[in-house]
């Protein structure tokens, strides 16, 4: 048996999945124009209408990085700093920022359990000397 797969593999999938299919569907949504994010994004957080398509092909392009093996912390660390941003927004708006926050913990605990580069650096358990 592999050393490198100590975790269930398909707690990396269920952990992978949750954030990318809601920032997906949020992507998809500001890409599509619906009519309550288009009316969030302009009206409560101020941006300009132009900005709403780029806004969710960004999404977009990190979510597919992030789902993409070869790719995936390069992903990770994109949806990092756009989330960042997300914060940085709602806290401006004074809107709730949690769900920003929560989606970039389960993209970090996906990659937790999809690479082991990534439990070196976060080990949980130091291992003994």
């Known amino acids: 048996m592999n050393a490198e797969k100590t975790y269930n593999p398909w707690i990396a999938r269920v952990l992978t999945a949750l ?3 809601g ?5 998809a949504m500001k890409v599509a124009h ?3 994010i288009e009316k969030m994004l ?3 957080f101020g941006f300009p209408a132009g900005a709403v398509t780029p806004i969710g092909c960004l999404e977009l392009l990190g979510v597919v990085l992030f789902v993409m093996p070869k790719t995936a912390t390069l992903g990770a660390i994109w949806l990092t700093a756009y ?3 997300a914060v940085a927004t709602h806290v401006r708006a004074g809107d709730s920022w949690v769900a920003p926050v929560v989606f970039g913990v389960l993209i970090w605990a996906a990659m937790y359990f ?3 580069r990534v439990r070196g ?3 949980l358990v130091v291992p003994p000397k």
């Open 19 to 21: 954030p990318a299919l």
């Open 23 to 27: 920032l997906a569907a949020s992507g």
């Open 34 to 36: 619906a009519p309550d």
């Open 42 to 44: 302009v009206g409560t």
């Open 83 to 85: 989330l960042g941003g």
């Open 114 to 116: 999809r690479d082991a």
């Open 121 to 123: 650096v976060f080990p």
